[in-house]
């Protein structure tokens, strides 16, 4: 079994799908570490609050313990399922905290140990939004000189979320 959880369910942001190079290359990590993987598909779903309560119905047939990973749209949809779900961990990608006319949307206590990267040159979500709330929720923050997609460092990424992994052992 996998070192802090059993399975790990992937969410994804706006404009993108489940299976996107970020996500298929973390899952292949979790699942080097033995967690079983899924990937929620949420392009029928505009609406953040329908998105969190998908994933909120799939963490409960998921089997536990589990680790919410999201990007962008989908990280603010991890966090904010994350306390409902009792989820042993938390990791982000260029999370859609604290956007304008939403501030009050952005998800507070995760219930758990969260990380979250992000990149120094995101010109979609101020890269100031993750450092604001991983500040006020001590999270752990890695900023990286990329844009809000970070493709070009997703040999990085996978690193930081396989060492997230095994912190949670």
Partial sequence: MARGCETVVFSHG???????????????AARDLGCAVESLDYRDIADPRARVDRLIAAGRAAVGPLVLAGSSLGG????????????????????????PGFEAHTPHDPGCPAAIVH???DEIVSVENSIRWA????????????DHR????????????????????
């Avoid at 982000?92 to 905290?97: N, R, V």
């Avoid at 493709?151 to 052992?169: G, K, W, Y």
């Fill in 135 to 146: 500040r006020e929720r001590r999270a752990e923050l890695h900023l990286v000189d990329s």
């Fill in 119 to 121: 990149g120094w040159r």
């Fill in 76 to 99: 603010h949809v991890s966090a904010a399922a994350a306390r409902t779900l009792g989820a042993r961990g938390l990791f982000l990608l260029a999370p859609a905290f604290y956007m």
């Fill in 14 to 28: 706006k404009e993108s799908g489940p299976w996107g190079d970020k996500i298929t290359a973390m899952a292949a």
């Fill in 150 to 169: 970070l493709q070009d460092r997703i040999t990085q990424i996978v690193r930081i979320f396989r060492a997230f992994l095994e912190s949670l052992a």
